[in-house]
Each structure stands twice: as structure tokens, then as C-alpha cells.
T-cell receptor, first 115, second 115 residues
Framework: AQSVTQLDSHVSVSEGTPVLLRCNYS??????LFWYVQHPNKGLQLLLKYTSAATLVKGINGFEAEFKKSETSFHLTKPSAHMSDAAEYFCVVSVLNDNTGKLIFGQGTTLQVKP | KAGVTQTPRYLIKTRGQQVTLSCSPI?????VSWYQQTPGQGLQFLFE???????NKGNFPGRFSGRQFSNSRSEMNVSTLELGDSALYLC??????????????FGEGSRLTVL
């Protein structure tokens, strides 16, 4: 069975400091992994995706994530947080070899950015 | 290019009533997926339609149904509303079916409150 676990439900950082949002996954097949962001009262927006190419993936707004198969992790990082980064972040796994083909969303991590 | 449009954005219903939500995907996108988002359960997959056919279905009761029209617009219907159906219902469109590349484009959602 496939699953995704976001290790922190809430992360608080100061503006200008690094951001780390942690995600572990479980998959019987080769996974595709994604990070989405949701700002208040908005829909979700794709930040970045991993689909078995380079293990270090760069996304929008300075975010990047590294796929580590040995650790079954796909953590999201950003060198310097901005106030506009405050939002909820979702780690998502898609198993293309699975007949269901559904996307499985993590429970989300709320990022708070303090001035 | 217009994004995903969901209507209505907000609605209030009472228990036992039914509701119909509408979603217009990005032009050219043939896949429409629906998700329910609640604070307790997070994002849960409802169903996916591709070229007017339901391709995937989540673990929701039969009170939740949907359809897709020839122009790719989709509707979902919830009958005999329960208090627990209060949620943000998100629609997402994509070029490919079954999650495909996982790149979904979300609308801003329809927030349903059941009293």
C-alpha cells in the first residue's frame, strides 16, 4: 500500500531563516512525488515534482526537494523564508504503476513565518 | 488562460437537503478530479472523470456522485446531506487521466456548510 507521512503538522520559522518541511513515503512501486502549497482560502498549487529524473528537484519561489530512496524521504527546503511563504504544504505521492492511479495526499504542514 | 472555476464558492444547506457543485476545467483539460478537504480528515479523493467516464472512485458513500459533460465541465452532487459533509470541496483538472504526471490544477473550492 502507498502512503505519505508529513512529520510535522506545524512549523514556525523567522523570516530570512531556512525552511525544512519533512515528508516520508511508502510505496511498493516507483513513486512520483510532489509538493503542493495552499494559501488561505485558495486552491492548491504545484510547487515541484519528482518523476525519477534528477533526485534534487527545484520548484517555484525558491523551494527545492531531494528524493532519497534509501530514507524514503522527500523533504522540502528553502534557504530563506519570506512572509509570503506562510501557507499549508502538502506532500503527495502518485503511483503510476498502480491501476488506481490516485494521488495520495499527506495531512499537511502549516508553515508560520514570523517577522 | 483561465484557471479552474468552481461555483458556488460558498453555500449553506440543512441536513437532508442535496447540493450540486460545478467545476469548469482549464481549456483543453479532459480530466477532472474532486477532493473533500476537512480539518480532521485532510484531503480525500472523491472521484475522477476523464472524457465523461468515471475512472477512479474514492471511499465515499453512494450519496456522493458526479458526472462530466462533453465540454469537460463536471458536477458533483451530494444527496441527503449530513453535518459531516461540511467541507471545502476542491476540483482539479489535468491533461491526463489517473493522476498522470500528478500535475493537477486546482480551483479555489466550494465551501459547504451543513446546518
Amino acid at each position: 500500500a502507498q502512503s505519505v507521512t508529513q512529520l510535522d503538522s506545524h512549523v514556525s520559522v523567522s523570516e530570512g531563516t531556512p525552511v525544512l518541511l519533512r515528508c516520508n513515503y511508502s510505496s511498493s512501486y516507483s513513486p512520483s512525488l510532489f509538493w503542493y502549497v495552499q494559501h488561505p482560502n485558495k486552491g492548491l498549487q504545484l510547487l515541484l515534482k519528482y518523476t525519477s529524473a534528477a533526485t534534487l528537484v527545484k520548484g517555484i519561489n525558491g523551494f527545492e526537494a531531494e528524493f532519497k530512496k534509501s530514507e524514503t524521504s522527500f523533504h522540502l527546503t528553502k534557504p530563506s523564508a519570506h512572509m509570503s511563504d506562510a501557507a499549508e504544504y502538502f506532500c503527495v505521492v502518485s503511483v503510476l504503476n498502480d491501476n488506481t492511479g490516485k494521488l495520495i495526499f499527506g495531512q499537511g504542514t502549516t508553515l508560520q513565518v514570523k517577522p | 488562460k483561465a484557471g479552474v472555476t468552481q461555483t458556488p464558492r460558498y453555500l449553506i444547506k440543512t441536513r437532508g437537503q442535496q447540493v450540486t457543485l460545478s467545476c469548469s476545467p482549464i481549456s483543453g483539460h479532459r480530466s477532472v478530479s474532486w477532493y473533500q478537504q476537512t480539518p480532521g480528515q485532510g484531503l480525500q479523493f472523491l472521484f475522477e472523470y476523464f472524457s465523461e467516464t468515471q475512472r477512479n472512485k474514492g471511499n465515499f458513500p453512494g450519496r456522493f456522485s458526479g458526472r462530466q459533460f462533453s465540454n469537460s465541465r463536471s458536477e458533483m452532487n451530494v444527496s441527503t446531506l449530513e453535518l459531516g459533509d461540511s467541507a471545502l470541496y476542491l476540483c482539479a483538472s489535468s491533461l491526463f487521466s489517473r493522476g498522470g504526471t500528478g500535475e493537477l490544477f486546482f480551483g479555489e473550492g466550494s465551501r459547504l456548510t451543513v446546518l
